[in-house]
């Protein structure tokens, strides 16, 4: 699985746009065949910092995706929206998605 993780830092002034910006992106890389997730979430320390977690199953869809068209107009949008570069990790990982976490179960109450 190939395992990304972006911060984008927004102009203060496009942080309420960046999502409907980025949402046919969004709808549109959910649909790829190779992509396992891709979520959005935002810093509760810093407002104008979005993160983007997604994965992909294989090298291969990484790559489609990367070369899709949607992607390419995706970054001419963020371009214009970002103060700053993006910061990324990118990285393969074995797995096929979420597992469950061992640590933290429900409680009866």
């Given at each position: ?11 203060s002034a496009e942080r309420d746009n960046w ?36 994965a992909f199953a294989s090298p291969e869809a ?48």
């Amino acid at each position: 699985m190939i395992f990304i993780a972006i911060k984008f830092t927004v102009r203060s002034a496009e942080r309420d746009n960046w999502l409907p910006a980025v949402d046919d992106f969004t709808l549109a890389t959910r649909q790829e065949p190779g992509n396992l997730f891709f979520d959005w979430s935002y810093s509760v320390e810093n407002p104008d910092q979005f993160v983007l977690l997604e994965a992909f199953a294989s090298p291969e869809a990484g790559e489609a995706h990367v070369k899709s068209a949607h992607f390419a107009a995706a970054i001419d949008t963020m371009s214009e929206l970002v103060s700053e570069v993006p910061e990324i990790v990118n990285m393969e990982v074995p797995g096929e998605g979420w597992g469950r976490m061992a640590e933290v179960t429900p409680r009866n109450r």
